[in-house]
T-cell receptor, first 114, second 115 residues
């Protein structure tokens, strides 16, 4: 069964460093998302992406964040200068259609900022 | 107020019993989805119910939706130890808010099924 894959599973970085989290969405999906979950808290929407541009972003997704689909398969989330509070599990998701459709999630990347 | 609030926050039952989890939400929705998350793992989609549906079944899962009360319930019948996980409801309000499709999650319910 097709699945969303995320790498790495765990990323440790120093505060102020840049990190890139990688995702390979399901191949025929057109809509891509990033969510995050701080330990013990809700899963929160960060950004949605379609047709090579951001469709919507949350307040969390400030200038330190960016997303890119550099080729036909990868979807990346970059955090330019990490802060301690960026420590969280980051989930990538993809869906076939806009709205009223299932979003399939990857297993997540645990980001630890020291 | 928060979209997608589940209750109870924690539920402990014996294997073989049924587990009922509830979710309430605030705004109009296009659909409501339930996800499961095993400890430290990703989100697994369980079932989606659209706003014009009232009940849906999938294996041992039964979901109901009452849009007049803005609430949903997830019933797991004949629970197994392997059902132990956190369960989240997530609402999609994309048709109503004019926003693009995004899911708004609740805080989740921790279900423990004792063997």
């Amino acid at each position: 069964e097709p699945e969303v894959t995320q790498t790495p599973s765990h990323q440790v970085t120093q505060m102020g460093q840049e990190v890139i989290l990688r995702c390979v969405p399901i191949s025929n999906h057109l809509y891509f998302y990033w969510y995050r979950q701080i330990l013990g808290q809700k899963v929160e929407f960060l950004v949605s992406f379609y047709n090579n541009e951001i469709s919507e972003k949350s307040e969390i997704f400030d200038d330190q964040f960016s997303v890119e689909r550099p080729d036909g398969s990868n979807f990346t989330l970059k955090i330019r200068s990490t802060k301690l509070e960026d420590s969280a599990m980051y989930f990538c998701a993809s869906s076939e259609e806009w709205g009223a459709n299932i979003q399939y999630f990857g297993a997540g990347t645990r980001l630890s900022v020291l | 107020s928060q979209q997608g609030e589940e209750d109870p926050q924690a539920l402990s039952i014996q294997e073989g019993e049924n587990a009922t989890m509830n979710c309430s939400y605030k705004t109009s929705i296009n659909n409501l989805q339930w996800y499961r998350q095993n400890s430290g793992r990703g989100l697994v989609h369980l079932i989606l119910i659209r706003s014009n549906e009232r009940e849906k079944h999938s294996g041992r899962l039964r979901v109901t939706l009452d849009t007049s009360k803005k609430s949903s319930s997830l019933l797991i019948t004949a629970s197994r130890a392997a059902d132990t996980a956190s369960y989240f409801c997530a609402t999609d309000s994309s048709y109503y808010t004019g926003a693009n499709s995004k899911l708004t999650f609740g805080k989740g319910i921790t279900l423990s099924v004792r063997p």
